[in-house]
């Protein structure tokens, strides 16, 4: 298969930029585009073959649902069961980088959710995503668009090195504005419950509901043999080739001369040893294979640059790799929660 590249020119209408991509969608076929999360891998929710193909293309268990993007919160009541809680979500943060979980309804296939009763909804803000939702006519269902288990793309780039030739189309609009996937969220008897952290934090749901609860699948490795209820719950995710340890901070005195100490020490040893850490270390830490990702507080850099540099680790010679993590509040949470994830849970207590 020959996949073709669609440039968008954002200076010019994006409706007809993407006409061609949408007609491929509502044939079957599949299209990867951007959000201001990362970029998805695209096809028609409303038919089950194109989720399979989804599936398929991805190297993706068909047991990990996909989510459906819509281009107007309201289009939900057509695809779901809807409810209060919905559209607090929906009043509050959509357009934008959030996903909720409701019951769905007989038009949406179950080789889309992955044989779950419930379906995941989101309506992103990105103008490229919408202007392909709305040329479509039909909801988009769309997991991320790289090889299950690898980073998730951030650029075109990323998309193209992972799935050219397995698709029918790339819409390159330019890099993710957000870099992490969506909040998933689960509405409970007057509260939520959050199964994937992203851009919308816990904090700001806090500001509209009064319980907030975290899945503990979110810090915790899930063993659990039952079908994830959300995308990104079960496998292990984001990784790149080499191994991955995550440096955790327990709270003890001179956590950063400590962590400076620590991996002074391994790049000694051996020169090769990968680093992901903060611009504060630059100074100090230096090596042929050391990224960083942003000053210690910036979390909305580290969350733009990580699965980028995850992905140039396969690029590099490096066995392994070393990485701080971030406060875990705000959207520290989930790039903690995909560091974890792409270590398979290598924690580091130093």
């Given amino acids: ?7 968008i020119d954002f200076s010019k209408p994006l409706d007809a930029q993407v006409q061609k991509c949408a ?43 996909l989510i459906i993007h819509i281009e107007k919160p309201s289009d939900a009541e057509e695809y779901c069961l809807t409810n209060d809680s919905y559209y607090k979500i929906a009043n509050a943060f959509m357009p934008g980088p959030i996903t909720v979980i409701l019951p769905k309804k007989e038009i949406i296939p179950f080789s889309v959710t992955g044989g779950l009763s419930t379906v995941a909804v989101r309506c992103p803000e990105h103008p490229v995503a919408r202007a392909l939702i709305r040329a479509a006519g039909v909801p988009i269902a769309a997991p991320s668009a790289n090889t299950s288990g690898r ?25 993710s504005e957000i ?7 689960m509405p409970r008897d007057g509260g939520v419950t959050v199964l994937r952290p992203g851009g919308i934090t816990v904090e700001m749901l806090s500001e509209i509901f009064d319980d907030v609860t975290l899945d503990e699948g979110i810090v915790k490795k899930n063993e659990s043999a039952s079908a994830p209820l959300a995308p990104g719950m079960k496998y292990r995710h984001y990784a790149p080739r080499a191994t991955v340890f995550l440096i955790k901070d327990v709270g003890n005195a001179d ?47 580290h969350a733009k640059r990580l699965f980028d540099i995850l992905r140039r680790f396969d690029k590099t010679d490096a066995p392994e790799i070393y990485a701080t993590a971030s406060d875990l509040r705000g959207v520290g949470l989930a790039i903690y929660n995909r560091m974890l994830k792409a270590s398979g849970f290598n924690i580091l207590e130093i």
């Fill in 179 to 185: 870099g992490l996937e969506s909040t998933i969220v």
């Fill in 255 to 301: 956590f950063d001369g400590r962590v400076k100490r620590f991996l002074k020490g391994k790049l000694d040893r051996e020169p090769l040893t990968g680093v992901i850490c903060f611009d504060e270390y630059r100074d100090e830490i230096i090596g042929k294979n050391v990224f960083y990702f942003g000053k210690k507080a910036d979390d909305d850099e």
């Fill in 1 to 7: 298969m020959i996949t073709e590249i669609v440039k």
């Fill in 23 to 65: 007609e491929t969608i509502v044939r079957g076929g599949l299209v990867a585009f951007p959000t201001e999360t990362v970029y998805g891998l695209g096809g028609n929710a409303l038919d089950a073959d194109a989720a399979k193909k989804i599936y398929a293309a991805k190297g993706r268990p068909s047991d990990n649902p």
């Fill in 151 to 175: 980073p998730s793309p951030t650029s075109a780039s990323h998309v193209i090195e992972d799935l050219s030739s397995k698709i029918d189309a790339i819409i390159d609009g330019g890099d």
